[in-house]
């Protein structure tokens, strides 16, 4: 072997099994080799780096397997209101809150801090003094805006849109403020400041160096975030490196032709050194709190049985026209019907074929649940979304399914125990970015899930690892720790499989490796 860029030793190696190992060699960005200290002091050559990690515990890099770190920055910008808890302390931090060209930008705010009230911007006007305003709820999927934002918009009354979306508006036809899914919302795009280019690509970096720091090699991002992307993620690599591995996957929307979709599959071919266009992201529905979920029966408020895509069938034609051409999908999924939509799409393409995977998946009844593992569809969750729900039920969520459906809440270790691979992610900004807290929380639910059954140390760690690779379809590359696989290592000053999971969520990380390159060291 010639001699590797950078040598750890003095560690506890899991692959994410432990091994018994305690040294890795990496060179070129690959895992060069795997064995204990004495192997070490003969791999060693001029220019190697060695780095002692006093006993620290290696395992595979963390993966993300759901986050959104460049179309975040746009999401979640502003005021950050995610302590917010009622509405009095919503109107106190809107009364301060900074302007930015005139704007009050607000991002993370709690449904449940209207306290079942509509939302309506009749509000919050009082203490915004005629400014307009643009607050976005924590799920990503609906604002509340005000008067004056919606003059500036244009927006006067409701509108048709080609997917569910909505401009909710009162008995005498006036918006509310609340604008509700995609296209809705895209209407304020034009009027609202722009994030300079610069500030942007900063910004994003300094994210991605946040995330390494927590143990995060790499995330699977689940939009493009912009034409644009691809420019900005080849600028950053012109003068150095991304400090994590990403894996973007464009929005295929409905209304999309196939010369729409024929176009997505091109982009597939899009890459650089840490990036790489992988896979289409889908929406079958929206949120349960937004009242956009794909119900098998209407909630609480008799919505939630429309699909986000007004005909299911194009759906449907639409992953199978990517499935023909290689390309997997990943599709926005919480409500029971949109899953099941989604499994008996899959189904119906036949055995082979590239890999698809369900994201969120946040109440699916008993019956749905081999389907995954017997279909190979991936289960993709994020159990971090539970803080936003209510162990006694009292949260928004909870109250808008019922009983039968928010006992059913974040099955995580249901469908791993039914056979299906389940990858872990955070949604980041939707929840916070620390690979940490993913992997505690998946293993301690809270809110509507905590009596549920949480995944194993193991189980949790396999699930931004080994499965996370799986989902990606790169598990012949990634996701463990051996010979001629990719060098994206985790040490942390504990094992995270072997901690108590309120131990984990605040394990010290001692060193992260992307690509063979030392991203993150305490």
């Given at each position: 072997?010639?001699?590797?860029d950078?040598?750890?030793?003095?560690?506890?190696v899991?692959?994410?099994?432990?091994?018994g190992?305690?040294?890795?060699?990496?060179?070129?960005g690959?895992?060069?080799?795997v064995?204990?200290?004495t192997?070490?002091r003969?791999?060693?050559?001029?220019?190697?780096e060695?780095?002692?990690?006093?006993?620290?515990?290696?395992t595979?890099?963390?993966?993300?397997a759901?986050?959104?770190?460049?179309?975040g920055?746009e999401?979640?910008?502003?005021?950050?209101?995610?302590a917010?808890r009622?509405?009095?302390?919503?109107?106190?931090?809107?009364?301060?809150?900074?302007?930015r060209?005139?704007?009050?930008?607000?991002?993370?705010?709690?449904?449940?801090?209207f306290?079942?009230?509509?939302v309506h911007?009749d509000?919050?006007e009082d203490?915004l003094?005629?400014?307009?305003a643009?607050?976005?709820l924590?799920?990503g999927?609906?604002?509340?805006?005000?008067?004056a934002?919606?003059?500036a918009?244009?927006?006067?009354g409701p509108?048709?849109?080609a997917?569910?979306?909505?401009?909710?508006c009162?008995?005498?036809?006036?918006?509310t403020?609340?604008?509700?899914?995609h296209?809705?919302?895209?209407?304020?795009?034009p009027?609202?400041p722009?994030?300079?280019?610069?500030?942007?690509?900063?910004r994003?970096?300094g994210?991605?160096?946040a995330?390494a720091?927590?143990?995060?090699?790499g995330?699977?991002?689940?939009?493009?975030?912009?034409?644009?992307?691809p420019?900005?993620?080849?600028?950053?690599e012109?003068?150095?490196?991304?400090?994590?591995?990403?894996r973007?996957?464009?929005?295929?929307?409905?209304?999309?032709?196939?010369?729409?979709?024929?176009?997505?599959?091109?982009?597939?071919?899009?890459?650089?050194?840490?990036?790489r266009?992988?896979?289409?992201?889908?929406f079958?529905?929206?949120t349960?709190?937004g009242?956009?979920?794909?119900?098998?029966?209407?909630?609480?408020?008799?919505?939630?049985?429309?699909?986000?895509?007004?005909?299911p069938?194009?759906?449907?034609?639409?992953?199978?026209?990517?499935h023909e051409?290689?390309t997997?999908t990943?599709?926005?999924?919480?409500?029971d019907a949109?899953?099941?939509?989604?499994?008996?799409?899959?189904?119906?393409?036949g055995?082979?074929?590239?890999?698809?995977?369900?994201?969120?998946?946040?109440?699916?009844?008993?019956?749905?649940?081999g389907?995954?593992?017997?279909?190979?569809?991936?289960?993709?969750?994020?159990?971090p979304?539970?803080?936003?729900?209510?162990?006694d039920?009292?949260?928004e969520w909870?109250?808008?399914?019922?009983?039968?459906?928010a006992?059913?809440?974040?099955r995580?270790?249901?469908l791993?125990?039914?056979?299906?691979?389940?990858?872990?992610?955070?949604?980041?900004?939707i929840?916070?970015?620390d690979?940490?807290?993913?992997?505690?929380i998946?293993?301690?639910?809270?809110?509507a899930?905590?009596?549920?059954?949480?995944?194993?140390?193991?189980?949790?760690l396999?699930?931004?690892t080994?499965?996370?690779?799986f989902?990606?379809?790169?598990?012949?590359?990634?996701?463990?720790i051996?010979?001629?696989l990719?060098?994206?290592?985790?040490?942390?000053?504990?094992?995270p499989?072997e901690?108590p999971?309120?131990?984990?969520?605040?394990?010290?990380?001692?060193?992260?490796?992307?690509g063979?390159?030392?991203?993150?060291?305490s």
């Amino acid at each position: 072997m010639s001699a590797p860029d950078l040598v750890l030793v003095n560690a506890r190696v899991r692959t994410p099994e432990l091994t018994g190992h305690t040294a890795v060699a990496v060179r070129d960005g690959l895992i060069a080799a795997v064995g204990d200290d004495t192997d070490a002091r003969g791999w060693r050559g001029l220019g190697t780096e060695t780095v002692d990690l006093g006993g620290a515990t290696l395992t595979p890099g963390l993966t993300d397997a759901h986050s959104h770190p460049v179309w975040g920055l746009e999401m979640f910008t502003g005021t950050d209101l995610s302590a917010v808890r009622d509405l009095d302390g919503l109107r106190a931090v809107l009364a301060s809150a900074e302007r930015r060209d005139g704007w009050i930008i607000g991002a993370g705010l709690d449904h449940n801090a209207f306290g079942g009230r509509p939302v309506h911007h009749d509000l919050i006007e009082d203490v915004l003094g005629g400014a307009p305003a643009c607050l976005r709820l924590y799920d990503g999927h609906s604002v509340l805006v005000s008067a004056a934002a919606l003059e500036a918009a244009g927006i006067d009354g409701p509108r048709a849109f080609a997917e569910r979306s909505e401009i909710v508006c009162d008995a005498a036809g006036r918006p509310t403020g609340h604008l509700i899914e995609h296209a809705a919302m895209d209407l304020m795009t034009p009027v609202l400041p722009a994030l300079p280019y610069g500030e942007r690509r900063d910004r994003l970096v300094g994210l991605l160096d946040a995330m390494a720091a927590t143990g995060l090699t790499g995330a699977h991002v689940m939009d493009l975030g912009g034409h644009d992307v691809p420019g900005l993620l080849a600028g950053i690599e012109e003068d150095g490196d991304l400090p994590l591995r990403l894996r973007l996957a464009p929005w295929c929307m409905p209304g999309a032709d196939r010369d729409a979709l024929d176009g997505l599959v091109r982009l597939q071919r899009r890459a650089g050194r840490m990036w790489r266009v992988g896979g289409v992201k889908f929406f079958m529905d929206g949120t349960v709190e937004g009242g956009t979920a794909w119900l098998e029966h209407a909630d609480c408020h008799g919505r939630g049985t429309d699909a986000f895509w007004p005909d299911p069938a194009a759906y449907s034609a639409a992953v199978r026209h990517f499935h023909e051409a290689g390309t997997g999908t990943a599709t926005h999924a919480i409500g029971d019907a949109a899953v099941r939509h989604v499994l008996d799409t899959v189904e119906s393409l036949g055995a082979g074929g590239p890999r698809h995977r369900i994201e969120h998946i946040e109440t699916v009844p008993d019956e749905q649940l081999g389907r995954f593992a017997a279909l190979g569809v991936v289960a993709s969750m994020q159990p971090p979304h539970t803080a936003y729900t209510r162990a006694d039920r009292s949260d928004e969520w909870s109250r808008r399914l019922g009983a039968e459906r928010a006992a059913r809440a974040w099955r995580c270790r249901d469908l791993r125990d039914a056979g299906a691979y389940l990858a872990l992610g955070s949604d980041w900004p939707i929840a916070h970015h620390d690979a940490r807290q993913v992997l505690a929380i998946a293993r301690a639910p809270r809110g509507a899930a905590s009596e549920r059954t949480g995944l194993t140390g193991l189980m949790a760690l396999e699930g931004m690892t080994t499965h996370a690779a799986f989902a990606a379809g790169e598990e012949a590359v990634a996701g463990r720790i051996a010979p001629g696989l990719r060098a994206d290592l985790t040490a942390f000053a504990g094992d995270p499989v072997e901690a108590p999971a309120d131990e984990t969520a605040r394990l010290p990380v001692r060193l992260t490796v992307a690509g063979g390159r030392v991203t993150y060291r305490s």
